[in-house]
């Protein structure tokens, strides 16, 4: 805090002292509005000169001798009141001259226009809801420094339309995606945060310990096995919107603590899954934008049905000139030829993740469904029955980014073991993004389970992709951050 705050907010802490003294309380318990701003604003040909009550924060003030201005917001928008010592007293106005921008306060008035135009409250009774002690950001002109923005979200939505917009429209998209497949007879579910062996991805855990067990915990990176366990169970149709936890690197679409839709289907396998993400999106879409075109980053993006399908062995072709099933020397030759360093170890499943992250994914703005990936990068999903190698897999790409990922899902309990011995193997090597042997999973499954298709769609992702934000961190409302100096 500058010593133009410090000054700013002495003089406002003398203000709360002079209502005490006056004997007003700063802080009541609540207050009863009859209209919010905005149905004041569009409604006035209907509301002229009848009385309404509204509450929300002063963005102004702006005294005139005996008579003064103020803008108040709530959460939907904006309406002036009009405050004249006539109308409302001694006693009222003494308490007008103390408020300050920031201040929460409730006004009963009629409804006019002043002589400019502007549609107003002409306030008879004014209450003092809750005095503000620190100073607003730049005097409402808006947070612009975006580690204060992400750091204190309460800045940045009182300042920022475009913030309280953003978050708005995520929680539409949530709404629509829950009410999307409840129509289609999905169950919603919850499974544990806390589990005993982490799977249903590839990612680093965080660890931590639970006392009374005595056992070491660690927070999910997923939810499919314990979603492909209440398949088994006989709830055929079930999601999940829920955090997922990865301890892992951060950039503009990475966070270590992200949401995750997960969505699983008997009787359905990945083409299923196909259709239901482009409906879900368009479902999403045309909530917040209108419609399936949206604006991201200066392209316009068509999300109507159907979108393009790519598979991997394509794209690897496309991109580098050999097959994917080339050797991995061959492979690795290619990457440099194209000016990216092979991973170390050279091995065919990182090689085709480099290719894949390095030189297609970034094209892929349309909406595309990249698809058959080799079985080595994806351990749950089931072998395609005609080409032996690759499996029935999916992932959606839309503005470059990938925004989700879909199997037909192993039910063969023998192979999923067999797979999942393979990846022990590896985590003993090292690999901390290894899964585990889930024995507990494995009986479910030796119980048996349908065919199903399984689909996640990270909420984050999408919610950047509809609302337009270039970065992850805007569109969560309480990101992880490092500490601050001296926290």
Not at 190 to 205: D, N, R, S, V, W
Not at 278 to 291: F, H, I, R, S
Not at 359 to 369: A, C, D, R
């Amino acid at each position: 805090m500058d010593a133009s705050e410090r000054g700013v907010t002495a003089e406002m802490r003398h203000h709360l002292d002079e209502l005490r003294e006056a004997g007003v309380e700063p802080y009541p318990r609540r207050y009863e509005r009859t209209h919010l701003a905005s149905a004041v604003v569009d409604g006035f040909d209907e509301l002229e000169g009848q009385t309404v009550t509204v509450a929300g924060r002063l963005k102004s003030v702006r005294s005139h001798g005996k008579a003064g201005f103020a803008d108040l917001v709530d959460m939907s928008g904006k309406v002036q009141l009009f405050v004249r010592q006539n109308d409302v007293g001694d006693e009222t106005f003494s308490v007008w001259k103390l408020l300050d921008v920031g201040d929460h306060v409730g006004a009963v008035g009629e409804v006019m226009k002043t002589r400019t135009g502007e549609v107003s409250v002409r306030v008879r009774d004014l209450t003092l809801l809750a005095k503000a002690l620190r100073p607003l950001p730049e005097k409402w002109h808006g947070v612009k420094d975006v580690e204060v923005r992400s750091r204190r979200r309460y800045l940045d939505l009182i300042a920022n339309d475009e913030s309280r917009r953003v978050f708005l429209a995520r929680s539409a998209i949530v709404r629509t995606i829950r009410e999307f497949l409840h129509e289609r007879g999905f169950v919603e579910v919850e499974t544990p945060i806390l589990q005993p062996i982490y799977g249903g991805a590839f990612a680093a855990p965080f660890v931590t310990r639970h006392h009374a067990l005595d056992a070491e915990l660690y927070l999910r990176i997923a939810d499919e096995l314990y979603l492909k366990r209440l398949i088994v169970g006989g709830i055929e149709r079930v999601f999940e919107i829920g955090k997922d936890f990865r301890n892992e690197g951060m950039d503009r679409t990475h966070s270590p603590e992200f949401t995750q839709l997960e969505i699983y289907q008997a009787y359905a396998d990945y083409e299923d899954m196909m259709a239901l993400t482009e409906e879900m999106v368009v479902a999403a879409a045309t909530e917040v934008a209108g419609g399936t075109t949206v604006e991201w980053q200066g392209e316009t993006i068509d999300l109507a049905p159907p979108w393009r399908r790519l598979t991997v062995d394509e794209a690897v072709k496309e991109a580098l000139g050999v097959p994917v099933s080339a050797a991995t020397g061959e492979l690795a030759a290619a990457l440099r030829q194209r000016g990216v360093d092979p991973p170390e170890p050279a091995e065919r499943a990182a090689l085709i993740e480099a290719t894949l992250s390095e030189l297609v994914e970034p094209s892929l703005v349309q909406p595309t469904f990249l698809m058959d990936y080799p079985i080595e990068v994806s351990p749950l999903a089931k072998e395609k029955p005609d080409a032996p190698g690759f499996v029935e897999r999916f992932e959606p790409f839309v503005a470059g980014v990938e925004i989700g990922n879909s199997f037909t899902e192993l039910n063969d309990p023998l192979e999923q073991r067999a797979r999942l011995e393979l990846q022990e193997e590896q985590r003993r090597k090292g690999d901390s993004e290894a899964q585990g042997i889930d024995e507990d999973f494995l009986a479910a499954l030796e119980h048996g389970m349908p065919p199903t298709g399984g689909l996640g769609i990270g909420i984050d992702r999408l919610v950047m992709l509809l609302t337009g934000a270039s970065h992850i961190r805007d569109v969560i409302l309480f990101p992880a951050m490092r500490h601050e100096s001296g926290e």
